[in-house]
């Protein structure tokens, strides 16, 4: 090359070299380098040189979020969008202590999923850290999980990275393990199924309560059936749907109305919005 087609040489591949200084990134500098040479020569003026690099096989391997992007009909980010999104990424993995995450590859599955930084941090706080922050309660319940999925925290981590399926279904696993966890600190095993609870919206907050209430409401109508000889058998089921369905309870209505009649002296019957309003308590 000339001197003129050297300098304009090195300031081009100062450019472009800088879209490719990862770790095993020197072959591609390789390929970069002879690329830009051999244009050059072509006399291929400088300004098109940067719009034929984005037909090489090596610049679509290192952009291939790009790729995944446009094959689902999506348009491509430009080099600086690209790497500013990588710089995001990386940054929120490496604040949540998943440093082994943050590879290239993973990148270029969050870009071509259409995975904003936003959602990714989501994605970390809402189902990582409850993994990693759980109580005693929760973490034998996720150790459960983790022993009847066969998986580790490694597989968790990684789940992060599968898009909105993959994570949802942590969601719903970790969620599903909170509910089991109330029910366990409160001696219960629910008798709904923390699957169906979670279909139902019910959060730990709320399952913490509801189980608290079906807790003291069964002990105390289970020995209302020994007094009156009545069978309690799928009470909890029952007490279960009224706390978190708002269906009445049939065995506690008639459990209560014969206290009451025994009291009274008549049947004493009561009305759903009467039995609904002693949550907590008969």
Excluded: C, H, W
Aim: glycine share 10%.
């Amino acid at each position: 090359m000339t001197a003129e087609e050297q300098s304009v040489y090195n300031i081009i591949l100062a450019g472009l070299g800088s879209l490719f200084t990862g770790p095993g990134d020197a072959t591609v500098i390789q390929q970069l380098a002879s690329f830009i040479q051999g244009q050059i020569l072509d006399d291929i003026p400088s300004e098109e040189i940067a719009i034929n690099l984005r037909t090489q096989d090596f610049y679509k391997q290192r952009f291939a979020g790009n790729e995944a992007l446009k094959a689902a009909g999506y348009n491509s980010l430009s080099e600086a969008e690209y790497l500013a999104q990588e710089n995001q990424y990386l940054d929120i993995l490496r604040s949540n202590g998943l440093n082994n995450l943050a590879t290239r590859d993973n990148f270029a599955s969050l870009i071509g999923g259409s995975v904003s930084p936003a959602e990714l941090n989501d994605r970390v706080i809402n189902v990582y850290d409850r993994i990693r922050n759980a109580d005693e309660a929760l973490s034998n319940e996720l150790n459960a999980l983790r022993q009847s999925m066969n998986i580790n925290e490694t597989d968790l981590a990684s789940a992060l990275l599968m898009g909105k399926d993959g994570t949802q279904m942590l969601k719903r696993k970790i969620a599903e393990a909170e509910i089991s966890a109330e029910a366990t600190v409160r001696g219960l095993k629910s008798a709904m199924g923390a699957n169906e609870l979670v279909k139902l919206g019910v959060n730990r907050a709320q399952a913490a309560q509801g189980f608290e209430n079906v807790k003291q409401m069964q002990g105390s109508l289970e020995k209302l059936g020994g007094i009156y000889n009545t069978d309690t058998t799928g009470l909890q089921s029952q007490l279960e749907k009224e706390q978190f369905g708002g269906m009445l309870s049939q065995k506690r209505k008639q459990l209560v109305n014969k206290e009451l009649g025994t009291f009274s002296g008549k049947s004493g019957a009561l009305t759903g919005q009467g039995i609904k309003s002693t949550s907590g308590q008969f």
